[in-house]
């Protein structure tokens, strides 16, 4: 080896992209390791996640299929009374739509914004091809409705391809046809009461408010009931010799590797007001025949079987903190004259903040967007925004409302993970 | 109370932890005021295991210790007010080398200026003054190590138990952390007891050792007395390099036996763990005690020996010679300016005087 290979320069090459050259076949091995994985999370994961996210935003289906109102709709100030131009093109796409029995789609799509407008559309569509000039008169023969300019608003907001209107709505907003925002109607918001005891307040909601923050509540209760559950648990498996450590580990686990919607049935056995735990409470004589208990197809169905579920999310990254914390930490401070609960409290417990951050980060974000369990034993008060998501999925196939509403259930997430960062430090997270 | 009552004593303590072996048995000890005590031994002869006793983190399967004359069995670990350094340290990572010292002086109620006051004074100790807003993670090993001493001896303990402080640092480092200990304990007049499977950090530090073996103290005497004058095979054999001949004690007499080795020869020694003629026994003799071509007659055991291995050690020279029948027979030469030039293969009268060669058991 000459002494020119061991400069920095080496015929006019750099350290350091002689170090990119010679990385570059391990960093391509590496690539073409996880390349796999890499494209079926693109194609499975990320693509549908983004798709759906689009949705949220994109809504051609009025200006597709009424294009020359759509046009119209764009020049006019949403003040002025509606000119014969105007009518003269919703006409003219009335008879299209009604052709290409599109008719459908745009009456589904403006009764969004206004209830109660389908009917106008799918009538003025049948006798539409038969109107003749002015148009606007005729048009007012046929319905009425066609007068007020309230429909025409709403015709105006469905016809923008791109709106935060969905989003919008996904917290409780409506969009005006002149693109400012009001709230929802007062008939579709309830005053709820918010906090504990003297610090409660009660709040005018909307529907999706609620849900984001009931699902916010019941996220959170679960988290802490998780915590207080599955701290002792796992000091106790951290604490306990090897083989039996062992043993309850898997009782940790089996229900762990066991189904979801087992689980979830389970507790409906367990709790259903003819169901076990009732049905001990009535010999024990807590409670009489008719005054059994109402656990389940509620709030409180929905935290114990949420809770139960998600356990092992809470006691697995807990127990292997733990398990990396020396005996010697609690011994130290013990012989340095601290009591049990001191040499806890002030040394072993400040230790397991790493587990603590992770299981609670876990269960939380998990239950966050938590569906089945809810949907199974929440009954009314126990549903969750997942579960509302759900509904537009398949019962009403308003997909650019879900998409709003997941949108926005991604951002909180994202904001308290941003948030908890801030606080705990993600560094401080220890998985496991 | 007199000052002469021992502070520590330990009354035939027992241990086992399943209820079938015993890892301690029949423990008695007394440790003086002011005292360095050193529990040495391989690993698992039990010392660790009598440190825990005496500290309360394990309970006696049978017998008592006593601190100060009181019976601590069921004293919990934290009312003993014994100070203790642990293996790794176990500095609290989570807290700064002040608030780990400050700890033990704040479950005591002490007050912030005195605690101050103290923190700031056992960092000048350790000389690591500048250091109390830093955290553990953030100092070399010596320092933490250190940090550990300060930590343990803050509140003023009588008594500071160390648990093989210095096995994690090198070498040295190591050495410079006995001398240190050494002086802070020489400097409080502070208890110590420490455990340590390391002879020549023992032998370094210690008032008295006590020579563990299969949980049986073999040997409780001053580092000197234990290398010198070992009482039986193990204790030879573990403290410092050792020569071991085998063989029958042929006669005995005044304390002196001669012992009659494998290979014929008669060898003159002082009787220490011997009793009667015909008794098997290890004989222990000193690489430093053997001389090379000693003057003819001055004394009384001399043999002839082949130079099988020669090693230069600086200081000295390190010769493997056949002799009596085993080649394994180490002889240190010192590398003095009219020391004996030897070369391998050459044949060699060698000698030792029978003080300095002990007949203990077999």
Known sequence: MTTAETNIEYEGESLKKRLDKAMFASRRRAFLLVLPLLLFVLVTFVAPVLYFLFQGFYDPTFSRIMPQTSAQLAEWDTVSEPDEAMYAALVADLVDARKAKTIGKVATRVNREKAGTRSVFTSSARKAAKLEAPFKEALIDVKKEWADPAIWEAMKTASNTWTLGYYANALDYRQNADGSYRRQDASRRVDTEVGFGDWSFTVNLGIHQLLFLRTLQISLMVTVFCLLLGYPIAYLLATLPLRTSNLLMILVLLPFWTSILVRTTSWIAMLQSQGVVNDLLVFFGVTNDDGRFSLIYNKLGTLIAMTHILLPFMVLPLFSVMKGIPPSYVRAAKSLGATNWTAFWRVYAPQTIPGIGAGAILVFIVAIGYYITPALVGGQDGQMISNFIDFHMRKSLNWNLAAGLGGVLLVIVMFLYWLYDRIVGIDNMKMG | ?362
């Open chain 2, 1 to 362: 109370m007199s000052a002469s009552t021992p502070l520590v004593r330990f009354e035939n303590v027992q241990k086992s932890y399943d209820g079938e072996v015993l890892v301690v048995k029949d423990f008695n000890l007394d440790v003086e005021r002011g005292e360095f005590l050193t529990m040495l031994g391989p690993s698992g002869s039990g010392k660790t295991t009598c440190l825990m006793m005496l500290a309360g983190f394990e309970p006696a399967t049978h017998g008592e210790i006593y601190l100060d004359n009181q019976p601590i069995n069921n004293v919990p670990p934290h009312k003993r007010g014994i100070g203790m350094v642990f293996q790794n340290y176990a500095l609290f990572p989570h807290m700064t080398v002040a608030e780990n010292l400050a700890f033990p002086l704040e479950v005591r109620r002490m007050s912030r200026s005195d605690r101050e006051a103290r923190v700031n004074r056992a960092l000048d100790m350790v000389q690591l003054g500048e250091f109390g807003a830093r955290r553990p993670a953030q100092l070399s090993g010596g320092q933490q190590q250190r940090v550990a001493v300060a930590r343990a001896l803050v509140f003023d303990p009588e008594l500071v138990l160390m648990d093989e402080p210095l096995g994690a640092l090198d070498k040295n480092l190591r050495e410079q952390m006995q001398y240190e200990i050494k002086h802070i304990h020489e400097n409080l007049g502070v208890t110590v007891v420490y455990v340590t499977h390391d002879q020549s950090e023992a032998l370094t530090m210690s008032n008295r050792i006590a020579v563990f073996n299969d949980g049986v103290v073999q040997q409780l005497a001053a580092p000197d007395v234990l290398y010198e004058k070992p009482e039986n095979a193990f204790v030879a054999q573990f403290i410092g390099e050792n020569n071991k001949l085998r063989g029958d004690v042929t006669a005995l007499e005044d304390g002196r036996c001669v012992v009659s080795t494998a290979s014929g020869h008669q060898v003159q020694a002082i009787a220490v763990n011997v009793s009667q003629v015909g008794q098997p026994t290890t004989l222990s003799l000193r690489p430093e005690r053997v001389l090379i071509a000693p003057q003819p007659g001055s004394i009384d055991n001399e043999f002839e020996a082949t130079v099988l291995e020669l090693i230069y050690l600086g200081d000295h020279i390190r010769a493997r010679v056949a002799l009596l029948g085993r080649e394994d027979f180490i002889i240190k030469v010192p590398n003095s300016a009219d020391h004996v030039a030897i070369r391998k293969g050459d044949t060699v009268i060698v000698g030792w005087q029978s003080d300095d060669c002990r007949a203990l058991d077999a």
